[in-house]
């Protein structure tokens, strides 16, 4: 025969009080809640005989104050993972656009670095299609590259790896381009935007007054050396071969999907090519090569 659940079970109690205080609806739904009622079965009129009134406070009201100060915590939690997002939107409304995200992406996970991960996708779902294109547009883009700049911070890296070795990968003959396969680092992340977000972000970081940017698209490239995250800005042409490498397409054949056959082998296309992989091997967006068999 199973035992009624005894309040004076603390993990009982935990469990009953995180459901309550966390529930969408605000506290008093959250203990009517059938997932609270299935932990212990109380109604509000009969709180005190799980949480004490205070001289000032009913029992109801000192779970409020809990419940507002858990939502308040993730709000300034998600405050500091996108300010450039905040200053944007205004504190309030940023406040708001954070709370109704955690009703439809509740917190599940120990660690609160996980807690902005849906931030971008909650944006473009709830965008509204009745105003200015541009404007939506420009959030949604910001909230994707601050995101990013999180994900490549708190993500693996290249600092304790070689990277690749130009002089290695130059000696490799052209007819084995066609099964030579770059391993992207951990920390490259590729972002296509409409607007040049990562100028707005930076002047937030920097305490000025930065004005919206116009739309304008941009090819960023995010990666991290020495623990710092940095970011370059590239043309579509390099993005485009980045992509198609970082995506495990040989590199003869993402050559030739970038550029026009009859340039692939003028001597100024070999020395932009020489200038990106330089480029690329200093700052290590590639951990290595394999050659693949045909």
């Not at 799980?50 to 000192?62: A, D, G, H, Y």
């Not at 579509?236 to 490498?245: I, M």
Request: hydrophobic residues 40%; negative net charge.
């Amino acid at each position: 025969m199973n035992q009624p659940k005894s309040i004076f079970s603390l993990p009982v109690l935990q469990q009953w009080m995180q459901l309550v205080i966390t529930h969408p609806d605000g506290v008093e739904e959250g203990i009517h809640s059938s997932e609270a009622q299935a932990q212990l079965a109380i109604h509000s009129d009969a709180l005190e005989t799980v949480i004490p009134r205070s001289e000032q406070l009913t029992s109801l009201e000192r779970l409020q104050v809990y419940g507002n100060a858990y939502y308040a915590r993730l709000i300034d939690c998600l405050g500091v993972e996108f300010p450039a997002l905040k200053e944007a939107l205004g504190e309030e409304t940023f406040s708001g656009f954070v709370f109704t995200f955690l009703q439809s992406y509740p917190s599940t996970s120990y660690t609160l670095d996980d807690l902005g991960r849906n931030f971008p996708q909650f944006l473009e779902e709830t965008r509204p299609a009745d105003i200015d294109q541009s404007w939506p547009d420009f959030l949604i883009d910001l909230a994707r590259l601050e995101r990013t700049y999180a994900e490549v911070f708190d993500g693996p890296g290249m600092e304790t790896e070689p990277g690749l070795d130009v002089a290695e990968l130059a000696s490799i003959p052209s007819e084995d381009w066609n099964r030579l396969c770059l391993k992207p680092a951990p920390c490259l992340r590729l972002l296509e935007l409409s607007h040049p977000v990562h100028l707005y972000a930076t002047a937030v970081k920097k305490e000025e007054q930065p004005s919206l940017p116009t739309p304008e698209k941009t090819w960023l490239v995010v990666f991290r050396s020495e623990y710092v995250v940095r970011r370059r800005a590239v043309e579509e042409t390099q993005f485009r071969l980045l992509q198609a490498l970082v995506d495990g397409q040989p590199l003869g054949r993402a050559l030739e999907s970038t550029f026009p056959k009859e340039s692939e082998s003028t001597s100024e296309l070999q020395e932009t090519l020489r200038d990106w992989f330089t480029f690329w091997a200093k700052w290590r967006f590639f951990a290595g090569y394999r050659l693949d068999e045909l």
